[in-house]
């Protein structure tokens, strides 16, 4: 995709990699619209970013997910690009009883979510030049982690949405582009300094090299043996995975 010249939306856009990821465009020279629930976030983040715009947006809510597309593109009706990066990354128990409540709003976040926005966007999009629709994903697409089943599970659901979708769309003039990061230093899930975990900046600057190509995957080379995963031994590579988790567990707050 180029780089410069774009108009983007970015779905949680206040933090971590989102907030990367909006900034690096905004210093590219792009006009850059976030979103996120909190204001005073927004507010925050487009203060330290002069020429950034906002839009409040609560990606669990239908409404909300319309009625921003519409604010959005009656503001800036040369938007060609949308990025869906907004996700949570709870703990649960695949081998234990289920939160209902915090299923239900992981779903709705991280599949219903990009797939709603996908959808009040997409029309837009086919009109535009240069038009890209970006997804994150994420390493845990094709190498689950045990603690976080249904997290991972939902990023294998956007995989896979991302293959429909790219095909679909293979005449329209419009890119699909995934990442799918690995564990990057954030608050996704508690911001460490963990020597596992890589750098946000240098997750940036490799992201935005791949970025720069005409790749459909955006994928950092560290995640590239994952993406590699499914096969005749994918049960073992996942075994050895999660009991390496478990031998060094994650650090949480």
């Not at 971590?16 to 005073?40: D, M, Y």
């Not at 988790?245 to 994650?250: E, H, K, L, R």
């Amino acid at each position: 995709m180029k780089l410069t010249g774009n108009t983007i939306f970015i779905t949680g856009g206040t933090s971590g990699i989102g907030r990367g990821l909006a900034e690096r465009f905004h210093q590219l020279g792009n006009q850059v619209i976030i979103s996120g629930r909190r204001q005073a976030l927004l507010e925050s983040v487009t203060a330290a970013n002069p020429g950034m715009d906002y839009v409040v947006l609560d990606v669990t809510d239908a409404q909300s997910i319309q009625a921003a597309a519409q604010e959005v593109l009656s503001r800036y009706p040369a938007l060609n690009v949308v990025i869906n990066n907004a996700g949570i990354m709870p703990f649960d128990n695949a081998a234990g009883a289920l939160d209902d409540a915090q299923a239900v709003t992981l779903l709705n976040t991280n599949l219903l979510g990009p797939v709603r926005i996908s959808a009040a966007f997409i029309g837009h999009l086919k009109q535009q030049q240069d038009a890209v629709m970006i997804y994150n994903s994420s390493i845990l697409a094709f190498l689950p982690l045990a603690t976080n089943a249904l997290y991972s599970a939902t990023k294998a659901a956007i995989h896979s949405w991302v293959l429909s979708q790219r095909f679909l769309l293979r005449e329209s003039g419009v890119q699909v582009i995934e990442i799918s990061p690995p564990w990057v230093d954030t608050d996704l899930i508690y911001k460490s300094g963990d020597s596992r975990a890589m750098p946000l900046h240098d997750f940036i600057n490799e992201t935005f090299d791949k970025l720069g190509t005409d790749t459909i995957e955006a994928i950092v080379d560290r995640v590239l043996p994952a993406r590699d995963n499914p096969g005749a031994q994918e049960h073992a590579m996942v075994t050895a995975f999660n009991q390496s988790v478990a031998d060094n567990p994650i650090p949480v707050a």
